[in-house]
């Protein structure tokens, strides 16, 4: 025996300490199922663990991206189906209209008109608003503000006791809601000076002119002239109107809140149905005319997923005509709009040939639309297999990980069992070794 | 009967000599387990017989062998180093998480996410947001880990102080201990045993250089340069923190560079070594710095490249000291009417633009109109950290001239201003997201696709970083590693040297400890002496009765 009660001690003790240490970590890798806790655990695997956790993320939030693109793109997909039908019953009522015998027979004439075309927004406190009403050489003034045009019916009453005897009424617009439309026997023009004030401007008005503070707008619209309609069309011309909103409802489809033919915008409705356009068809209120917003896959491959609202129903782009009557040339072919607003037109007119004209361009419109309708299946099927190529490298990579990261739960138990069966082994060693000495044994 | 008088002293002076013997086992039992303590013995020699014969005592010697202390002093030093380093970067390595599921990773992993969610949705409010929030995570994920190393950096400091005040009790007992063996001479086993234990404990904190006087006394040098203990003397040793580290002083010489092993010296190095590796100082900006300003810098350089839906130049996302900045007045006052306020930017190089600021102009028209001319140099306006006021930015130098004298953006004092940039050192620590609203977010290229920004952002997880070399993750994870490999190393440097010290203890336990086997057969060996002697003692008192006896009965 050496010097102190057991010179073994300290030899026992570091490898009691050992084994221990052993024991805790193994625990630890087998409660938490990881391997690689702390980066001394495996430095070698640090950098595999993290890229792969790193691409894990990347490809879910692809996949999630996927995911709402097929959705829109479904969605879209239906659209224009449905927007294919509608444009089947338009050129069905072209034709029914061109066979009319009533055709021609029985007109009647509506009033001059100005249609603001934008929701009525009182002015703010401190603007003005004074519209004048020029008819012919005498010109009437009506002053608007917060106090006197609170609200739609208030700016109306207010308009109209100010255009009394003038021949000129104001009503609520049957084309927009919330807007105002001037009707006149006789032509007239109307002209919107807005004054922002100190503290004020804004967005506003009958006309929504933009002003600043202490700033100016005007605006001048000159009354349409009386449309000559046939009555007989007339029943064809409601279901062209109807057709004509369901189509632009058709191109405002929207998906959880996002307007799938929204292109570079897809938080803006891409049309409004103000009446302008082609045929009084749509006003297009998108970013831009082409969509250039991509999606990408895991790769960093892209596409553009979906055409813009233009792209699909108002191309190649179709400037308004200036008058409706006498009926203007035919616009670009393709354009679905105003092959819609042409029909619309034409019916208007009583034009037997603009019909026929207007139904071989909705022929060609619908061409577009199953051009567009298969852009957006190439769209469907790039996102299929772009998420079947991140389903996979997510399953891949997620094994990887497993491997290099998680625990080996049967080596790991073993190795516990092989350790605390040492311990045990050495404690019962240890506790067997005799502590005595000679000095025992001479007493 | 002159014979017989001669044998009885010589057996009485050997029972002398015997209780001597037994005296020296006696403490050697009784220091068996005491720190530090040598067997001793007993040197016995014959007497000539000429002179008497017979026994007698010599000196005690101890059985301490000065290449096996120095042995167990080496092994402990290494010991301590390895220890500490062990200690040290457990914790480091702590705040540098690898899972990918928190920390550092894990926020940037968000920000990429929140970059590709918001780049399939680019004008949508709710994935705006989430960019915005997933950069403030990232910014707090670099704050928190320097703030982390900052206090490792902190306890580091103190525990060096600790072990400064350890070595100097230690070193002034043993020099109390010399002036002592210089009274009392070099055999006393209790003062050797102390001496020995202090310098054990003294070679685990530092590595020292043992030197044996011949007056008994131990000089020690520290790594075999610096003297800790001469004679009585004790020298002091301080430290001295400055920007570039910490410092071990003694005498007031910087013996810093002469520390080897032991527990101050692994403190030392992981002070000055490998957290200015990590967090930077005044000569290097650190490797969580480097990561912090390139992802910082790569995503600024991407949004103020584009632009946001309504046509507007991006503006940065991240600003940190690293940037070159300088500040408007707290609040910012529209120029009254009839005043314009004039402000000209000039870079190093001598390119200029002027931007204006007009009466009533307001955030973020005001801000807008500024970039819109400054962004061409890289130099960007936004709202400060209050949101109140307005600040330039750019990741190069620049200078400003405010030629106005109506209050703006500055007061209403004309003036010249010079960016000011903060420690390349610092910009993990005070990485923070400009206060953008959602649509100042720049999701498009000029000329190009509406989120090509915005996807090449989610694209940059993934990427080479240009000014790392390799992806942030690789940068991290090489970060990561470096610090796990050398704690890896560290512990089994450290169960290696337990068992070295051991060894080296047991072979010293072999040459100079007390075996109480030993010293049990060697009192068996005294104690049948002493009886023999006294048997001889009575047989020689009973031959001289006899003869006294006898001659009594002449």
Request: charged share 5%.
């Amino acid at each position: 025996m050496l010097s102190g009660i057991f010179a073994s001690n300290p030899n026992f003790i570091a490898s009691l300490d050992q084994i221990e240490a052993r024991i805790t970590r193994t625990n630890e890798q087998i409660t938490s199922g990881v391997r690689v806790n702390v980066a001394s655990d495996d430095p070698a695997a640090v950098s595999q663990i993290l890229s792969a956790q790193q691409q894990i993320d990347h490809i879910t939030q692809v996949q999630a991206n996927l995911n709402i693109a097929s959705l829109s793109a479904k969605t879209a997909d239906g659209a224009l189906q449905s927007a294919s039908q509608l444009i089947d019953q338009l050129v069905s009522i072209g034709a029914q209209a061109a066979g009319s015998t009533a055709l021609g027979t029985t007109t009647t004439s509506s009033n001059f008109v100005v249609d603001s075309a934008q929701p009525f927004t009182a002015p703010a406190s401190g603007d003005t608003e004074t519209l004048t009403f020029n008819i012919g050489a005498s010109s009437t003034s009506i002053t608007l503000n917060a106090a006197n045009a609170s609200n739609l019916q208030a700016a109306i009453d207010t308009i109209n006791t100010g255009l009394s005897g003038t021949g000129i009424t104001a009503t609520a617009s049957s084309n927009t809601p919330g807007a105002i439309a001037f009707q006149g026997s006789s032509g007239f023009s109307v002209t919107d000076q807005l004054t922002g004030g100190a503290a004020g401007g804004g967005t506003e008005g009958v006309f929504r002119q933009t002003v600043a503070a202490g700033g100016t707008a005007s605006y001048t619209a000159t009354a349409a002239a009386p449309v000559t309609s046939n009555s007989a069309n007339a029943s064809f011309l409601t279901a062209v109107t109807q057709i004509q909103q369901q189509l632009i409802a058709l191109a405002n489809t929207t998906v959880n809140g996002r307007y799938v033919f929204g292109g570079d915008n897809a938080t803006t409705a891409p049309y409004s149905a103000t009446g302008a356009g082609w045929g009084a068809s749509a006003t297009y209120t998108g970013a831009t005319q082409a969509n250039t917003s991509t999606i990408s896959d895991i790769n960093g491959q892209s596409i553009v997923p979906i055409p813009s609202a233009q792209q699909v129903f108002d191309y190649p782009p179709a400037t308004a005509p200036a008058t409706t009557s006498p009926l203007p040339g035919e616009p670009p072919s393709g354009n679905v709009f105003a092959a819609v607003g042409y029909l619309r037109m034409a019916l208007q007119n009583n034009d037997q040939s603009a019909i026929q004209n207007a139904t071989a361009l909705l022929h060609l419109a619908l061409g577009q639309i199953n051009q567009a309708s298969m852009t957006i299946g190439d769209t469907e099927n790039w996102i299929d297999q772009a998420n079947s190529t991140a389903s996979t490298a997510l399953t891949n990579i997620q094994q990887q990980l497993s491997s290099v990261r998680d625990t080996d739960i049967p080596s790991a138990a073993m190795q516990l069992s092989m350790d605390q069966t040492a311990l045990q082994a050495a404690i019962s060693a240890h506790a067997s070794l005799s502590n005595k000495s000679l000095f025992d044994y001479i007493g | 009967m002159a014979g017989l008088l001669s044998g009885l002293q010589t057996a009485g002076h050997a029972l002398d000599v015997m209780e001597q013997a037994m005296s020296v086992i006696q403490n050697n039992v009784a220091n068996a387990s005491t720190p530090g303590y040598a067997a001793q013995k007993l040197n016995i020699s014959s007497v000539p017989f000429q002179d008497g014969g017979g026994i007698q005592a010599g000196t005690v010697s101890s059985s301490r062998n000065q290449y096996a202390e120095q042995s167990v002093q080496h092994q402990n030093s290494l010991l301590g180093t390895a220890s500490q380093q062990a200690a040290s970067l457990s914790s480091l390595q702590n705040i540098f998480n690898v899972t990918g599921k928190t920390g550092i990773p894990a926020a940037l992993s968000n920000l990429y996410s929140a970059f590709s969610a918001w780049s399939a949705s680019p004008a949508d409010a709710t994935t705006q947001q989430q960019v915005l929030t997933a950069a403030k995570g990232v910014a707090q994920a670099f704050n928190s880990a320097a703030s982390n190393i900052g206090q490792i950096q902190s306890q580091t400091d103190r525990q060096v102080t600790t072990t400064l005040n350890q070595i100097n009790n230690l070193t002034s007992q043993i020099a109390g201990i010399n002036q002592q063996i210089r009274y009392s001479g070099p055999n006393d086993a209790g003062l050797q045993a102390n001496l020995y234990n202090d310098l054990e404990q003294l070679s685990n904190l530092t590595s020292v250089d043992v030197q044996i006087e011949s007056d008994g006394t131990a000089t020690v040098l520290m790594a075999g340069q610096t003297p800790l203990v001469s004679g009585a003397t004790q020298t002091q040793l301080q430290s001295s923190t400055s920007a570039n580290g910490i410092a071990i002083m003694a005498n007031d010489q910087d013996v810093t560079s002469t520390l080897t092993d032991g527990q101050l010296a692994a403190l030392v190095n992981f002070r000055n070594q490998t957290l200015p590796s990590v967090v930077g100082n005044a000569t290097q900006p650190g490797t969580l710095n480097q990561l912090a300003q390139a992802v910082a810098s790569q995503i600024n350089s991407l949004l103020t490249s584009g632009q946001t839906a309504s046509g507007v130049s991006g503006l940065p996302l991240f600003v940190s000291s690293a940037n070159y900045t300088i500040n408007g007045q707290t609040v910012y006052v529209p120029p009254p009417t009839g005043q314009i306020e004039t402000l000209t930017f000039t870079t190093p190089s001598g390119a200029s633009v002027t931007a204006t600021v007009n009466a009533g102009d307001k955030p973020p028209t005001v801000i807008a109109e500024i970039n819109e001319q400054t962004s061409a140099l890289g130099i960007h306006a936004v709202l400060n950290q209050a949101g109140t006021g307005i600040t330039f930015q750019s990741d190069s130098a620049f200078s400003m001239s405010d030629t106005s004298t109506a209050p703006g953006i500055f007061s209403s004092s004309t003036g010249t201003y010079t960016a000011a940039t903060g420690a390349s050192n610092a910009v993990a620590a005070t990485l923070s997201v400009n206060p953008l609203a959602g649509s100042d977010l720049a999701p498009a290229q000029v000329s190009g696709s509406a989120n090509g920004i915005a996807s090449q952002l989610a694209q940059l997880g993934t990427a080479t970083n240009p000014t790392l070399g390799m992806s942030y993750t690789d940068f991290y994870s090489d970060i990561a590693s470096t610090i796990g490999s050398q704690e890896s190393a560290a512990t089994t440097a450290q169960q290696t040297q337990t068992d070295l010290l051991t060894q080296a203890q047991n072979m010293r336990a072999q040459v100079s400890g007390v075996s109480l086997n030993d010293q049990a057969a060697q009192l068996l060996q005294f104690q049948q002496a002493y009886q023999a002697s006294s048997q001889l003692i009575q047989v020689i008192s009973s031959t001289m009765q006899y003869f006294m006896q006898a001659m009594q009965q002449i």
